[in-house]
């Protein structure tokens, strides 16, 4: 039992390529093992959906899937996207690699594995195994499926792909498109020095600079595409305006010499977070921990990110904003006082403190970015309040 291997498609937009193959049910089944454990934040499966029990039987007869999008990570050996792509110029097809990197996908770890598109089918695919005995799940599990492999892609790529794909039709919200993508998010932010992600399934609390939980990078990632720090996810309109504009951001961030971490906004802020959190007095540990804080930060940088005319005072600000905390922390820099203060003045009884506090945050560096770091942060709160 094994994969086979046909061919390889570049895409030029993402600069990243896929490897097309077929295997059979078992050996997919138990790949997805463990990729399935890591997306459980994904949708609910769906369960007595008549849909899908029409599925589960016409698998039984043998119908054949539409294929499966899985992306693939630390596959060695694997050559660059650029390599690929002057393969796919010249109409070359290298079977040498091609016999290779069957070997390492077929030895691939589960945990290596991400299902992108079809986690529904998997599961469709999955319960109709356990409802099989005998020769009958025997000759089931020889069946085959067809795959898309994306090999090493990097998150962005991989990020704005899905959410491409997603924006046409509803099957499933944005925020649930980004907690899926969370997984692959952590990995590319744990490359960041002197950060430290953890998740809720390890039980952790924030106790030291440079520490940040999963949910709280996801959620701010969300509100990096969204340039928005607060949105009614229900409104269906806003959803899909919401898709295009993040579908925008992370386009425009594709270039053909590819997402290097240099390139990426979003790392590069989650980079300043980091350099903050070790720069601020331990006493002021609490304010990079607060989930309202990194979302209107985000929100204010995603804004900005979208402006070209604001892009570069943005830039400046968050530079002089950190040398400021740098040279003298104990001088307050970011207001922190101001922040303080001015939160536990918001009345919980008129308004969402947490929405009335995400509100402030990305008025109050929006203002910042827009006086290119020259005004004084706690006016910019003064601002952000009013």
């Known amino acids: 039992m094994t994969i086979e291997i046909f061919s390889l498609d570049y895409d030029s937009r993402l600069a990243a390529y896929c490897v097309n193959a077929r295997c059979e049910y078992q050996w997919f089944l138990e790949k997805t093992t463990g990729a399935e454990d890591n997306l459980k934040i994904q949708r609910q ?3 007595g959906s008549k849909p899908y029990a029409t599925l589960r039987a016409d698998l039984k007869r043998g119908c054949i899937l539409p294929a499966i999008v899985l992306a693939l990570k630390n596959i060695e050996n694997a050559p660059s996207a650029d390599t690929i792509k002057d393969w796919h110029t010249n109409n070359i097809t290298n079977k040498e690699f091609l016999n290779s990197i ?5 030895n691939i770890s589960t945990a290596d594995v991400y299902i992108i598109d079809g986690l529904q089918r998997t599961n469709a ?9 005998g020769t009958e799940k025997q000759a089931f599990l020889k069946n085959r499926i067809r795959l898309e492999l994306w090999i090493n892609i990097p998150f962005g ?5 899905m959410l491409l794909l997603n924006a046409g039709q509803k ?9 899926i993508l969370s997984m692959k998010l952590q990995e590319e932010l744990s490359c960041i020095p002197k950060i430290t992600i953890y998740t809720s399934l390890e039980g952790r609390r924030r106790t030291q600079a440079g520490q940040f939980h999963l949910s709280k990078l996801a959620q701010a990632f969300q509100a ?3 340039g928005q720090p607060t949105v009614d996810l229900k409104n269906l309109v806003m959803e899909q305006l919401l898709a295009e504009s993040a579908i925008e951001t992370l386009g425009s961030s594709l270039s053909a010499d590819q997402q290097t971490q240099a390139n990426d906004s979003f790392v590069q802020l989650v980079t300043w977070f980091v350099n903050v959190d070790f720069a601020l007095p331990s006493s002021k540990l609490d304010f990079l921990s607060n989930e309202t804080v990194l979302q209107g930060i985000a929100a204010a940088v995603g804004t900005a990110d979208k402006n070209p005319s604001l892009k570069d005072r943005k830039d400046r600000a968050l530079r002089t904003l950190l040398a400021s905390l740098i040279s003298d922390p104990d001088s307050d820099p970011f207001g922190i006082d101001s922040f303080i203060s001015l939160r536990q003045g918001i009345d919980p ?7 009335a506090t995400r509100d402030m945050v990305y008025r109050t560096f929006r203002e910042y970015f827009l006086a290119d770091g020259t005004k004084p942060m706690s006016e ?6 009013a």
Not at 102 to 106: A, Q
Not at 125 to 133: G, N, P, S, V, W
Not at 349 to 355: A, E, M, P, T
């Open 349 to 355: 009884s008129r308004v969402n403190v947490g929405q």
């Open 171 to 179: 099957p499933m919200s944005m925020k649930h498109q980004v907690e």
């Open 380 to 385: 910019c709160w003064q601002f952000g309040a």
């Open 125 to 133: 695919i999955r319960q109709t195994a356990d409802e099989l005995i």
């Open 102 to 106: 069957r070997d390492s996908i077929d």
């Open 157 to 161: 790529a991989l990020a704005y792909r």
């Open 45 to 47: 499966i769906i369960k």
């Open 224 to 226: 990096w595409l969204q």
